[in-house]
């Protein structure tokens, strides 16, 4: 048997550009064939939805709603029993941005001054709380993006499939991952339920907490794998790696990059 986790998720309480709000996600996500996912919003540096003249208490109770109502569908609902549904962040700088993994609310309220913190300071206040790092499409290309920003110092993953990038970005964010020696991960970058395209990590064993995601990501048990049309009851999850147009780079950067 395999699982199948969704690893990068947006929902309208905390990110500015989904429509979709967490309680919907538990029953789509079990029908697109997840055994579990984890809800990412854009953090305060990115596109938050999150008010910016909160105090900060209140800031992250907002941005951890979406997530909590997701948990709550979750619990409201004998189909979910066996569904997991787990806390990240999509932390910004540059528009280089990373999924964190294995940090919490609390850690959240504690922490403040994360706000202000460089890339490096970032990386070593998660790894302290027992979280990991994953650079989220590290090629991605768009009209708000003026450099890619890119930092193999603070990643202990780098996504090679975003299910809302080109194959030719994500062939690149896959060479990344090899020329540095990363964990590669995948997922559909998700914030309309009318995304057809969707990608995960698949194991051979159920998570039950984030804490087992973690510890079952770096000891590199997870396989990228993606659905082309999750409408289809004939397409399957199938591995990342089997589709060579996900990884042969046919094309370079158009933008200028820049390495920290």
Wanted: aromatic share 14%.
């Amino acid at each position: 048997m395999s699982y199948i986790y969704e690893t990068h998720l947006h929902t309208i309480e905390a990110s500015a550009c989904s429509d979709t709000p967490g309680r919907a996600y538990p029953e789509f996500m079990l029908r697109a064939g997840y055994s579990g996912m984890i809800v990412t919003d854009h953090f305060f540096t990115g596109n938050s939805a999150v008010p910016r003249d909160l105090p900060w208490a209140d800031r992250v109770e907002q941005y951890c709603s979406g997530y909590e109502h997701a948990f709550e569908a979750k619990l409201s609902d004998e189909r979910f029993n066996d569904f997991s549904v787990f806390f990240g962040i999509e932390f910004n700088f540059e528009c280089d941005e990373y999924l964190l993994y294995g940090v919490d609310k609390q850690w959240l309220l504690q922490n403040p001054d994360i706000m202000f913190q460089s890339r490096a300071e970032i990386y070593d206040t998660v790894h302290k709380a027992g979280g990991i790092m994953v650079q989220a499409h590290p090629y991605r290309e768009r009209d708000y993006i003026h450099t890619i920003h890119l930092c193999p110092s603070v990643c202990d993953g780098a996504e090679i499939y975003n299910a809302e990038n080109p194959q030719w970005q994500n062939a690149l964010g896959h060479q990344f991952a090899l020329e540095h020696s990363f964990l590669p991960s995948a997922g559909s970058d998700i914030h309309h339920l009318t995304q057809r395209t969707m990608g995960g990590m698949e194991f051979s064993h159920p998570i039950l907490t984030i804490e087992e995601y973690v510890q079952a990501f770096l000891k590199g048990e997870g396989t990228p794998v993606f659905r082309k049309d999750i409408t289809d009851p004939g397409e399957h999850f199938v591995p990342v790696l089997s589709d060579p147009r996900n990884t042969e780079v046919t094309k370079q950067p158009t933008l200028p990059v820049e390495f920290h």
